[in-house]
């Protein structure tokens, strides 16, 4: 399980819906320490930014280092990844990776009984497959591990429990399941299980899919009693920024649905507090998976990769979930853990430099000496883990539902589904996004700046 020449092993692990701010080493309000630890021994990007604020359009564009406006996924809609992608999975493999899967994808429609679909995801680059789906749907999809619920039944508990969720999104309270029966600790077990019994001569691509800390809010004990309630930061006040034109926030933040329920103060610190104790949940299972490699001797050999495919707005502006274009719903965590014995030029553990979720499939194509599809979008970032010559984005994009946000070092904007500016924000002055500037006419010249560098960005490009 050593190093294979210059190939490193390669453990891609990856939650959903994990705020770039629930890390502790980010600052956040849940402790995880494996994965600040990780963090110390590689950089933390604090600035990394989905390419939409929604599980399929934002895993597509990992797998594919497209936009939505090049993959014609705007949302979450019933969409199969084509077998002949060429996906950054494909890449490694080709590279003489062996590859694995652990957990959730959603690059096909999660319905039915997922060990049907194993012939797509082989055909999209992955050897090893045990698939699982989201927390909600799991109550609908059988899998290996539905199969084991049923076996120690609790499977019927499950899908009773998440029916009465459904009516009410923000419910708070533990779940059904025995904690080693829960979703994030089932794949984290199985992940460190095969990486501990892993004897084949080629070295490993191993992807591990947390389905948490999606909601349902229901973190099992005693993660569900970890964090007090009354120490959780306040969220972002509702009620602002105030929105003349029609577009999905304003939609949103005016309309009461799954997005905008009705919650007291002390509700949304409850919500926090279980929101925590799955982060932390899962941190512990990385934990046990790290202790697996460290004692096979492996860990060093290992490039470390953790991201998320989107945010949670966690009671901020009033809102849960994600599908907008503020910053709990678009950032998300992004760690590089270089292999020991590979330079780095990094003095300091945290960098600035903006970056997307589809830079993380470039990342690990070129640590693993892939062959990059011509028509991949990401940019690598070993150059910068190296110091090597490195350029910068000076900005980025994220899509949802026909609109586009593009964000650099200083504003944010977000244009309609017709190219008019609907969001302006200083993301300087006004980080917490309570004032809205679009409509203001002396930041008129910023505007068509933005405006110009976002037409650039979207100028449609080649599609696979």
């Known amino acids: 399980m050593s190093m294979h020449r210059d190939k490193p092993n390669i453990l891609f692990i990856m939650a959903d819906q994990f705020r770039h701010d629930a890390l502790s080493a980010n600052g956040g309000f849940a402790n995880t320490p494996h994965l600040d630890a990780i963090a110390s021994e590689g950089v933390l990007f604090n600035h990394c930014f989905t390419t939409s604020p929604k599980c399929i359009p934002a895993r597509i564009s990992l797998a594919l280092g497209h936009y939505p406006h090049q993959t014609g996924v705007w949302d979450n809609i019933n969409f199969t990844l084509s077998p002949d992608a060429p996906t950054w999975m494909r890449a490694v493999r080709n590279a003489g990776y062996r590859t694995s899967v652990f957990g959730k994808t959603h690059l096909h429609p999660q319905r039915g009984d997922l060990r049907e679909r194993e012939p797509l995801l082989h055909a999209y680059g992955l050897d090893d497959v045990h698939e699982v789906a989201g927390p909600h749907s799991n109550a609908s999809v059988q899998s290996y591990m539905t199969d084991l619920w049923e076996e120690h039944a609790v499977y019927s508990a499950y899908k009773d429990d998440i029916q009465r969720r459904k009516q009410n999104r923000s419910e708070v ?204 979008g990401g940019q690598s970032l070993r150059p910068l883990m190296e110091g090597r010559s490195y350029i910068p ?58 405006l110009a560098r976002l037409r650039q960005k979207c100028i449609p490009t080649e599609r696979y």
């Open 173 to 376: 309270r533990p779940s059904v399941l025995p904690l080693d029966l829960y979703y994030d600790v089932y794949v984290g077990r199985k992940s460190a299980e095969y990486l501990k019994a892993y004897d084949r001569p080629e070295p490993w691509m191993c992807w591990v899919s947390f389905p948490g800390p999606h909601d349902p809010w229901d973190a099992p004990p005693p993660y569900d009693t970890m964090y007090d309630p009354a120490n959780m930061p306040l969220p972002i006040p509702a009620g602002k920024p105030d929105i003349e034109s029609d577009c999905v926030l304003k939609d949103l933040l005016e309309r009461p649905g799954q997005h905008r329920p009705h919650m007291t103060p002390e509700h949304v610190a409850r919500l926090r507090a279980n929101y925590a104790g799955n982060v932390t949940l899962i941190d512990d299972q990385i934990g046990m998976i790290l202790d697996v490699l460290r004692t096979r001797g492996a860990l060093d050999d290992t490039l470390v990769v953790f991201t998320s495919d989107h945010g949670e707005m966690n009671g901020d502006h009033g809102l849960l979930l994600k599908s907008n274009f503020l910053d709990p719903a678009v950032r998300i965590p992004f760690i590089v853990r270089p292999p020991r014995g590979f330079p780095s030029g990094m003095g300091d553990h945290h960098s600035a430099s903006l970056t997307e979720i589809i830079d993380v499939g470039a990342t690990l194509m070129d640590y693993a000496g892939a062959v990059v599809p011509t028509s991949f």
């Open 393 to 450: 984005r000076t900005s980025i994009i994220s899509e949802f539902k026909g609109e586009i946000m593009l964000a650099d070092s200083s504003w944010k904007i977000v244009v309609d589904t017709q190219g008019r500016p609907v969001l302006l924000f200083d993301r300087v002055h006004d980080p917490d996004e309570l004032v809205n500037l679009a409509d203001d006419l002396a930041n008129r010249e910023t505007l068509q700046v933005l």
